[in-house]
């Protein structure tokens, strides 16, 4: 739990710092923070990923 507390920004960890569980904290902020049905945010970091290169070389060879 001090992990996924610490791994947040201050002001958000500090939402979590009573939460029982680590369970519960990643269902909270997975509920809150996740953009599941967003697919144009999808598109566009798929795209973005497409582009990006090490080099000369794509993420996918490098």
């Not at 519960?24 to 798929?46: P, R």
């Amino acid at each position: 739990m001090g992990w996924l507390i610490n791994s947040m920004e201050e002001e958000i960890g500090q939402l979590y710092l009573f939460v029982p569980i680590a369970k519960d904290i990643w269902k909270i902020a997975k509920e809150e923070y996740s953009d599941v049905g967003n697919s144009t945010q999808i598109f566009e970091l798929k795209s973005r990923l497409r582009e990006t290169k090490q080099g000369n070389m794509t993420v996918t060879q490098y």
